[in-house]
């Protein structure tokens, strides 16, 4: 089975621009999360989609939206960038109602300057 | 969900066992307790879940006491491979993973 693939690795944007990062979920699975971690601390639940609509939402701004196709695979957009933004984003895959079968991918390190 | 406290690191040497307890006392009866591991520059890793008692996997053991409001992770004979930061996580629910900051384990040689 495919793991999760996220996509681009590494990127710089320029603060009030807006980002798209993309995820691959793993196969079989049919939810897709994102999360954000900062440097030093633990990832922060952004949002979950599910049957390409959100599932559930963190204490995330409106400008952070995401997407889910009918593959399962996933964007994240946010716009008008902050310097704050800079972390790393993670997608993670599972199944709906499962409690740990979370498979993650290794991330997108997105910096703000 | 329940908030969970455990050590913000660790050191260890090649070779020896490394237990990592989390406190959650407002644990609820319904709560599963699970332990995530993260490598620098990857996502979180999912290690073992317990309810109560001993859950032991080809990876590691989770020790959980009758009461549960606590539970020890345990790493037997750690390597260098093995540095990473550990998360334990309390209350799943359907849609969300809730992080703490973690134990950043350290293994030396």
């Known amino acids: 089975e495919t793991g999760v693939t996220q996509s681009p690795t590494h990127l710089i944007k320029t603060r009030g621009q807006q980002v798209t990062l993309r995820c691959s979920s793993q196969?079989?699975?049919?939810?897709v999360s994102w999360y954000q971690q900062a440097l030093g601390q633990g990832p922060q639940f952004i949002f979950q989609?599910?049957?390409?609509?959100?599932?559930g939402r963190g204490n995330f701004p409106p400008r952070f939206s995401g997407l889910q196709f009918p593959n399962y695979s996933s964007e994240l957009n946010v716009n008008a960038l902050e310097l704050d933004d800079s972390a790393l984003y993670l997608c993670?895959?599972?199944?709906?109602?499962?409690?740990?079968?979370?498979?993650f991918g290794s991330g997108t390190r997105l910096t703000v300057v | 969900l329940a908030k969970t406290t455990q050590p913000i690191s660790m050191d260890s040497y090649e070779g020896q066992e490394v237990n990592i307890t989390c406190s959650h006392n407002?644990?609820?009866?319904?709560?599963?307790i699970t332990w995530y591991q993260q490598f620098p520059s990857q996502g979180p890793r999912f290690i073992i879940q317990?309810?109560?008692t001993k859950v032991t996997n080809e990876v590691a053991s989770l020790f959980i006491p009758a009461d549960r409001k606590s539970s020890t992770l345990s790493l037997p004979r750690v390597s260098l491979s093995d540095t990473a930061v550990y998360y334990c996580?309390?209350?799943?629910?359907?849609?969300?993973?809730?992080f703490g900051a973690g134990t950043t384990v350290t293994v030396r040689a």
């Open positions: 993670a895959s599972s199944l709906i109602g499962t409690s740990y079968g979370y498979t």
């Open positions: 196969s079989g699975h049919n939810t």
């Open positions: 989609y599910y049957r390409e609509e959100e599932n």
């Open positions: 407002n644990i609820a009866t319904n709560d599963y």
């Open positions: 317990g309810y109560k």
């Open positions: 996580l309390v209350g799943i629910n359907d849609y969300k993973l809730s």
